[in-house]
């Protein structure tokens, strides 16, 4: 099992924790102190992960700018407008460097989990297209539930239906994964 302090603890520590310390701090408090203690777990986070290991991971550190810029920007302006586009920001931005990559045939996607998965290049850009239509999917939604629902039930989906409905989109994702898998050969 991996503790707190190794590489893969340190990295659902940055992907879960802030999330945690968000929900938490809106149970008690409101949006306005959940989103500061967004900012602060957010920005500790990182800074934990760079202790750890030296380097940031592009995805963690995009989210990270994103959650500072607009959770300042919802205290600074007293607008919960601004935080609860953050997650449209966040996945259009995915999206739009993943078709990006596409675009100039470097699917980024294999950049970010190359090491943990070997893949063909057919699987890699059929990955990273499927991921990047799911990223855009994922942005127009947060901006259809936050504009139409009660706060409360758009905290619930951003901290549970985002990684719900993201872990469901990865699993649906592993035959194309097995399809396209590379043996790699171990010599003794």
Avoid: C
Wanted: proline share 3%; aromatic share 12%.
């Amino acid at each position: 099992m991996a503790g707190a302090s190794s590489p893969k603890g340190i990295k659902y520590l940055v992907d879960f924790g802030p999330l945690a310390v968000f929900f938490v701090a809106y149970k008690i408090d409101g949006l306005m102190t959940a989103t500061l203690a967004l900012v602060v777990a957010t920005v500790a986070a990182l800074a934990l992960a760079y202790g750890a290991t030296r380097r940031l991971a592009l995805m963690p550190l995009i989210t990270a700018v994103v959650v500072v810029i607009f959770g300042g920007l919802t205290l600074w302006l007293q607008d919960k407008t601004f935080i609860k586009m953050k997650p449209t920001i966040v996945q259009g931005i995915f999206a739009i460097i993943l078709f990006g990559g596409l675009i100039l045939k470097r699917p980024t996607l294999q950049y970010v989990m190359g090491e943990a998965l070997k893949l063909t290049d057919a699987g890699w850009r059929q990955l990273t297209f499927r991921f990047a239509l799911f990223f855009a999917f994922m942005a127009i939604l947060n901006e259809i539930v936050w504009r139409n629902v009660s706060e409360d039930l758009w905290i619930d989906f951003k901290v549970f239906g985002i990684f719900g409905l993201t872990i469901l989109f990865s699993l649906s994702q592993m035959p194309l994964m097995k399809r396209h898998m590379v043996e790699t050969t171990e010599q003794s």
